[in-house]
């Protein structure tokens, strides 16, 4: 083990070229101001996020291995429509990893950092996939007595996503949500809290297995898109749970539609009178994600009276401030172990995270894949 002083750390560059690089740097570790820490990085998981960052667009069909055993380097080819897009990054060599967790190996001088040394902490702020990072107190949470690295690493960007859903559907005044790509490590993650709060969940699956994956935590309305009766089950399930926000991470395709089309005609089944404009009741598709790259289409089969938007973590945290802050990463410590458990598939180093034959399984961004990066593996 390093005295920490330097380490290893991921990065990801776009030369003009259009050539994606990806390689392993040996970094100096910053001295800790007052108020910071040292933090030995033991897990921090690979998560849709990190990815556009990362690899984004790429064509990895195009990707080749170089370098050595100890310090590979991976290239591939940007496609020239995503060139245009990333012109901000072009020829910067970047760190990638939204947040991770650690044990504390050396401190500022401020009695709240002190306070943290030897302590197993998780972390958000990026620059992830490192082997040591200099980071400040506020943006780190110690854990639990009994709670491991591997716990925690996946504190932050899920469970506060998951939880921003619910607190968005009580703060725009819906009583039940919809959620798409529902078995993922977050969709399950907000069955548990939509099971223990109470709250209506409609959960949109693409395939029996996932299904039984939601029905073995007891998720009660699961439909699946492929299914031919999907439009009937979806409407049924809209009817029992009065759901009318929707979060969607495909994005792309015409699901966003199908999902107001149907609050549509659930709400007319309930309606008093019928109204040429459609039902006035309000619904609402937040999109956020993109697992499905092709245009959003919407066919206007839903009255009048809906929105479709974007809806991202960061800006809601900055709309609600640090005390709900404050209160959401209490909850999300005091159930680390439960409703915010996550489930990983492989634990890989820093180098393994660069081998082809990984980068081809994390990067599909499957339900039931998840990687788990641990850069002092070994």
């Known amino acids: 083990m390093s005295d920490g002083n330097s380490g290893l750390q991921l990065r990801t560059l776009l030369k003009k070229s259009g ?11 910053p001295e800790p101001a007052d108020d910071e820490v040292v933090v030995r990085v033991e ?13 984004g667009p790429a064509d990895m069909s195009t990707a080749k291995e170089s370098g050595s055993k100890d310090a590979p380097v991976v290239t591939a080819k940007m496609p020239d429509a995503a060139m245009r897009m990333m012109a901000a990054r072009l020829d910067q060599s970047l ?15 401020s009695d709240a950092a002190k306070a943290l040394m030897g302590k197993t902490v998780s972390m958000i702020g990026g620059a992830m996939y490192t082997q040591y990072r200099t980071i400040k107190v506020r943006d780190v949470m110690e854990l639990p007595e009994g709670t491991t ?3 925690g690493a ?28 529902a078995a993922s490590n977050l969709g399950q993650m907000l069955n548990k809290i939509c099971i223990k709060d109470g709250i209506g ?11 039984d994956i939601l029905h073995n935590i007891g998720a009660k309305y699961v439909v699946d898109s492929t299914a031919p009766t999907f439009m009937e ?15 969607d991470a495909i994005g792309g395709g015409k699901l966003a539609s199908q999902i107001l089309t149907a609050m549509e005609v659930a709400a007319n089944k309930t309606a008093k009178e019928y109204s040429r404009y459609g039902s006035n009741v309000y619904k609402q598709v937040y999109i956020y994600g993109s697992l499905d790259n092709r245009p959003t289409e919407l066919s206007r089969a839903f009255g009048l009276t809906w929105g479709v938007g974007g809806w991202l973590l960061t800006p809601f ?19 680390l172990k439960t409703t915010f458990a996550s489930h990983y598939t492989q634990v890989v180093s820093l180098q393994e995270t660069l081998q082809l034959s990984n980068i081809a399984v994390y990067n599909k961004r499957s339900t039931g894949e998840k990687f788990l990066i641990n850069p002092n593996k070994g």
């Open 19 to 29: 050539e994606l690089e990806l390689s392993l740097a040996n970094v100096p570790t």
């Open 43 to 55: 897990a921090t998981p690979i998560n849709p996020s990190d990815l556009g960052l990362l690899i």
């Open 95 to 109: 760190p990638a990893g939204n947040e991770g967790a650690g044990v504390v190996i050396r401190t500022g001088s």
């Open 149 to 151: 690295p591997a716990d």
């Open 154 to 181: 996946s504190w932050f960007v899920n469970p506060l996503t998951a939880l921003g859903m619910t607190e968005t559907m009580r703060r725009e005044n819906h009583k039940a949500l919809v959620h798409t790509a």
């Open 201 to 211: 969940l409609v959960n949109i699956v693409r395939s029996k297995e996932q299904a």
């Open 233 to 247: 089950d979806l409407t049924n399930a809209l009817v029992e749970t009065g759901a009318t926000i929707a979060f």
């Open 317 to 335: 945290l900055q709309k609600i401030g640090p005390a709900e802050i404050g209160r959401l990463r209490q909850r999300v410590a005091s159930e």
